[in-house]
């Protein structure tokens, strides 16, 4: 099993990696970072003991754009294991209309089938590469074909195979030397029997998926001539032969015993299936959601396509704003399945600051790349930078907290008349943005509480 990235990333790397994209939140990268590493830490214990091993499940808990949704997208790429994000609103309680929640586990399980297959396809792409060499070849220069000629035409066949192999392989220079790249070809390639698509409605995805994936394995696959340039027949060629390569049943054995031991599944807007029975409609989306979603947290066994799945040892880490319901208010036997709760705090305007010139991604370095599309160079003076925080922080306090979400409103206000007229107006140049700038263009909106609602 492939967990090198996770085997050399200690909680400290972790923490300084989601450092680079997240600010703030200490607590919450600590908690993410040691249930990384306890991952890498099982697969190392005594077998007798690993199976007795659960994974602590985690609850992150705050306001909208504090930064709960980007750890779980920074952790997948750095968890190098099987890794989805899933709404919790989406689902249903078996029965109604939505996506049951055991289909996380068969998008999970989707997920990593692709994953060991987009590896093993690496592994053997130059073995593809050089077969797809070869059916191009056998296009341009067809190969010569010995006859059961008497043994006085031996010598003259032997000639002729010699100067077709010379031809070949002065071809074969042309075409890695990429001179025949735009040369059209015509060639074979396997295509389904037939075209269902079928969109079935909420809740009959995996079914409907199921019975295509059945039909077209026992309909075989047809020949169909395309007509394409080299370089293209290449790329088709090339995916093609890695396919036949492929042994498919490894790759779906090692894609679920990844699921099985090193799968994690982000749950995003759980507060949305909490809260008090409400007389505004029935509940079923409610407490029956968080009744089907116990067992799959506990630990039990989902049947998927490429075989069933335990989730005993998968890891769960939910999260939700948490404005009106409470984390006690989901059922007690799901509050007992994540015993890591972690509290993300407010922005405050220094936090702002930082958000908008130090993580890797910061915002103003992508709206200064934007523009330099255009050969005009921005840069943000440092009163600006902490007039646009200040801006964020008032208006979070006095209409509604979005966390780091103000940040791209009040941007996008301040920049609008820039972004719009530099392709026609504006000369190449610089243009520097100073505080009485963002003054000058937020002070008016800040101040109407009715316009800032509207437009922060």
């Known amino acids: 099993m492939k967990n090198e990235s996770l085997k050399s990333l200690t909680p400290t790397q972790i923490v300084t990696e989601l450092d680079k994209y997240i600010i703030g939140q200490d607590d919450a990268k600590r908690a993410v970072a040691i249930a990384l590493r306890n991952r890498w830490r099982r697969q190392q214990v005594d077998e007798s003991l690993r199976e007795e091993i659960i994974p ?127 040369r059209l070809i015509e060639f074979d390639t396997t ?131 948490f404005h009106v319901a409470k984390p006690s208010d989901l059922i007690p036997e799901l509050q007992g399945r994540f015993p890591i709760r972690v509290e993300l705090k407010s922005l405050s305007e220094d936090d702002f600051v930082k958000i908008l010139t130090l993580p890797q991604n910061a915002l103003l370095k992508q709206y200064s790349a934007l523009l330099q599309t255009e050969n005009v160079e921005i840069s943000f003076k440092e009163d600006a930078i902490i007039e646009i925080a200040r801006t964020a922080a008032t208006v979070n306090d006095q209409v509604e907290n979005i966390g780091a979400r103000r940040l791209h409103t009040i941007l996008t206000t301040l920049l609008e008349d820039i972004l719009f007229e530099v392709p026609d107006k504006m000369p190449e140049g610089k243009i520097e943005i100073t505080g009485e700038m963002v003054n000058q263009k937020l002070d008016k909106i800040v101040k109407n509480r009715d316009l800032s609602k509207y437009i922060l």
Not at 59 to 64: A, E, S, W
Not at 99 to 116: P, Q, Y
Not at 274 to 290: I, L, M, N, W
Request: aromatic share 4%; no cysteine.
């Open 56 to 182: 602590n499940n985690i609850i992150l808990i705050g306001p909208t754009g504090v930064g709960k949704t980007e750890i779980a997208r920074r952790l997948a790429k750095l968890s190098g294991a099987p890794f989805i994000k899933v709404e919790a609103s989406k689902y249903t309680e078996v029965g109604y209309v939505g996506r049951d929640v055991e289909s996380m586990i068969r998008d999970l399980a989707e997920l990593a089938v692709n994953m060991v297959r987009a590896e093993k396809t690496e592994e053997v792409q130059a073995k593809a590469e050089k077969m797809a060499e070869e059916k191009i070849l056998d296009q341009l220069i067809p190969p010569v074909k010995k006859s059961a000629s008497a043994a006085s035409e031996e010598e003259n066949e032997e000639s002729e195979e010699l100067r077709n192999e010379k031809t070949r392989e002065w071809m074969r220079e042309k075409l890695r030397n990429g001179e025949m790249d735009d």
């Open 191 to 321: 295509a389904p029997a037939f075209g269902m698509q079928v969109l079935g409605p909420m809740g009959m995805d995996d079914m409907t998926m199921n019975l295509q994936e059945m039909m077209s394995s026992m309909i075989p696959k047809k020949k169909k001539k395309r007509k394409t340039t080299i370089r293209e027949a290449r790329k088709l060629l090339t995916q093609e032969e890695a396919e036949k390569l492929i042994d498919m049943e490894v790759v779906q054995r090692e894609a679920i015993k990844r699921v099985q031991e090193s799968g994690i599944v982000f749950i995003d807007e759980i507060d949305k299936i909490t809260g008090a029975k409400s007389a505004q409609g029935p509940d079923v989306s409610r407490e029956g959601v968080q009744r089907d979603l116990l067992p799959i947290v506990e630990g039990s066994t989902v049947n998927t396509k490429y075989g069933p799945v335990k989730t005993d040892h998968v890891l769960f880490i939910a999260s939700g704003a």
